[in-house]
């Protein structure tokens, strides 16, 4: 299929050795660091005198498990969307979770989790590794099908690391608020997978072009993931959020703008479609901005009707920018981005962090009352303004933007090592040469 | 691919429009009318002095999580088993529960949840609005492929409104018990669904013959709709009933009913099938006959055994009714029903209600003890005997059926107005048109 | 199609009536036997002073519903990946799921949960029912395609029996500690459903091969399946253990061995495979070897570490299991393996069973505290040693793999009865017969 017999046997040993490696190097960085945390342990748990119901996981769990299947069934199935990539999309997207689960439980617990020389673990780690998996898989979207397992495994390992400094910044030292990932894993991911495809530009990707659509079935496929991710976007939002009232509000408000981008997804896409036909590419993504366009303020007091709006705000922009932003993209900025991430986490986390802080600015003791100190701590504690927070808020976008964009640039120069071996131009979103 | 230029221009606009409008119309009602309730507004829920825990979030979000799932993934992927409708089924499905979770938090909470002039939203109410969903879904499955989407909308915003008024009249006037829904979604979804069809009979239906099949594929994808609603559907019928064991017995009624509403659709359908055969319209549908002839009684003390003759019994019906009673339904009534909704949703459904009365007539204090007031609280405090109760039910289900047939009909005057544009004859069942 | 009228007939009445039968005689037992426990019934529940929420439904009802989303929708789709065996695949796990739910509610109560001559039933015996269906479908994969439908109701008869028999032996009478099933679950159905191949072997089968792989299509049906399944399995192996930490840590363990498991897999798929490609049977199964193997030691004290170790070596084994055993077990021991259980199921079981006297040998009061009581209540109580313990998991291997094996023979010998009527050896792996 392709290239020399050493580069075909180079293909064969990257990919195996890449794995052992770094499954190798995170199995001992968890018998040095990885430990219980005392809701997990045996002894520390029972040496506390609580009742089984009060441990955390009756709280979290369900949360994590929609997530998880956010990250292992959505991704994977949105992605699979086209018509010879199906196995790649799922695949990888498969292998790259396993990976970033791990590497990420590592990296979180060190800048969050460090008791005493050890990283403890248990069910808000898992939560807090599947979003950072989140954030390389949007990353995936953007390069999809012009990368190979070896490469995106490659990426992972860098981007696991900087979305971990990214998060650390803004939750511990910036003391922002971010429960649901507008900034931290839409806004991060997206950007990082963009700069990192501009920077693997391919000039001659119109050799592949004929299997860069979608077939019948495969669409359908993708709408596997489309309706996981929506179902379930409340509990990914709400899932780090404060117990009580924080939890419950995220995951009403995530439901509202979720309705509501869909509905305007679908009149923008039959209004710009040719013969008022609505567009597949649409309903797969656009309809799911609402989740993402929530994620800051989500646990806000935003109200149900600010949820709609902010729904119908995201729905309206990802949808135009399919249809009119990501060819120009393409044409001027040599920006080629596979799954349309720009549209779907990109401009709407960055929507989604501004309307976070829109709502931190306007938060008040009247709103919030004694519950401001769970949303706010910093503002509860007098620390600082409304419109301090909300600065700070404004602040975590850039740092965020910088990161992702710096990252994504590491990512790509990376990748240009000539010993990697992406698929030729004539090869791209083409499961035979992986499969 | 359809009709004159101007007839083009004009279903271009009327998706698009009718989107915005409904969009904006829920948007502004939802400014005025929708406030979080105490359990999801930080300065309320902070003022009770209560434990995180003991907020309603955690005992009912997984089921509505599940019911979620249901709605969104059960509904739409059943009604995917069309060869070249799949990408309207889905997405119709998603467009119209959209709209219907917005319009329908608005009814239920003018008639369930107003509080000094505002709506309060919580869990209970996503769970209501998803339910009111489910009603229009099946609704919808009785005219699949003969309508377009700015139809279904138009349809949804009557069949929301009667939903709530009907489910006002049962539960809150009649003091009905119907907490599945075998007589509010099931029975109420499924005959106006069939009026609705029945005034919009097309003698010509036949020169779409040859696409109103599923092929091999489709057929796989409308199995993942089935498997997702009869694996979640014991928590579809608990979901809205009393905390602690009234929650617990209904999952396991439903769970019950379930297996045994599938061993006699195998049964029956290789009984009647072509060389024993097995036929998978049967095998799709019927198996979940189960999950709705418990929605009324599987919070009563039904017995496990009682729930497996229930099961068995609509599964026997609902297949019989596949098998003889559709051709007949459509030869004789004109009455053209895409996926049967008649017999998964209409029979199965009235035989639910009829099976609530049977066992709210035989409910006694030494069966119930002091759980009497939580399933039957008017027998409880003795306003009604167990008798009365019984024959309250059966009021209700006449009711419904009014309503339904009532709506269903007056849907279909509205979807005859001249301006709006359905499919051609020859086009229904083909996705071309819309997509 | 296929054989003499006569032999059409008996087989159109062959499983309408065994589907009847079983139906019968589960439903006068259920009416003799079952009842609802005390904290599904009425005035039990209510004769208690306990709040609501005290109900173990709420601790347990998450994690049921994401077993049996694993049994119907996970072990479904994976058998789903033959090219014509899709319907077959999906259609008689649903059936064998059914009855199995049922008989084994039956079984299971009279050997754990008889109180006064009658089965209490509620959400425990709801898992242990899921946890019975997950063996026989394990069997099922084993001889799929090769058996037809009444076939596999009277092996799921038998083999309900002596996996009901075995588990009381194991955890009953011999203190077994097995939560996540690596000995009662998988290596039972592994082995009986290996022996019971065996038993059919079919000398002539090469004239199905053309029917034998996947498909494109079929192939990423199939990925629904394992992603599901992937996904949940932290509920699957943490459903019946202790409250508290017990669940918790389960979790967390099955966890990371799954992450571990699928990136070995992936290394070894790749180094095995032609042109370093991946294989899909590989990812589509050795990457779930992971959750099989910490099913017995998931709820001990294995470690973060431990569980990335156990998932690695599941992986790797499973995976040249499917690549070198797998053909030698076809030609030398004549073991034809459809879904290759032995390489998914039976020896990562075997090796999960090892790995459980190892952690068992290894129990020390430092290590779990005052939660020795809950994993090892027999060791806490001064009854046994940690090395007893030990040696009582070795003996419960052996008795599992002598029960799995003389079921798998019984099992065998039924289904050669003359009357029973197998697909003809140029029919199999064909949905076609049945459809």
Sequence with gaps: MAGSPRRA?????????????????????????????????????????????????????PSFQDVHVMVCVGFGFLMAFLQRYGFSSVGFTFLLAAFALQWSTLIQGFFHSLHGGHIHVGVQSMINADFCAAAVLISFGAVLGKTGPAQLLLVALLEVLLFGVNEFVLLSLLGVKDAGGSMTIHTFGAYFGLVLSRVLYRPHLEKSKHRQGSIYHSDL?????????????????????????????TTLNTYYSLTASTLSTFALSALVGEHGRLDMVHIQ??????????????????????????????????????????????????????????????????????LGVLVAGLATHEAYGDGLGSVFPLVAEGQRSATAQAMYQLFGLLVTLTFASVGGGLGGLLLRLPFLDPPPDSQCYEDRIYW
Tied chains: 1, 2, 3.
Excluded at 17 to 41: H, K, M, S
Excluded at 305 to 321: D, H, K, N, R
């Design 9 to 61: 046997a180079g293909r064969r040993l990257q990919l195996p050795l890449l794995c052992l490696l770094l499954q190798g190097a995170t199995a001992i960085l968890f018998a040095v660091f990885v430990r219980y945390n005392p809701e997990t342990d045996a002894a520390l748990w029972h040496s506390g005198n609580r009742s089984s119901s009060d441990n955390e996981f009756y709280f979290r769990y």
């Design 221 to 249: 496929f993708a709408m596997i993931g489309t309706i996981f991710l929506w179902t379930f976007w409340p509990s990914f939002n709400s899932a780090p959020t404060m117990l009580g009232d924080g939890q419950h509000r």
């Design 285 to 354: 993504n656009a309809a799911l901005a609402g989740g993402v366009v929530v994620g800051t303020s989500g646990e806000m007091m935003l109200t149900p009707f600010g949820a709609l709006a902010a729904g119908f705000l995201a729905g309206t922009v990802s949808t135009l920018g399919y249809k009119f932003f990501t060819p120009v993209l393409e044409a001027k900025f040599k920006l080629q981005d596979t799954c349309g991430v720009h549209n779907l986490h990109g401009m709407p986390g960055v929507l989604g962090a501004l």
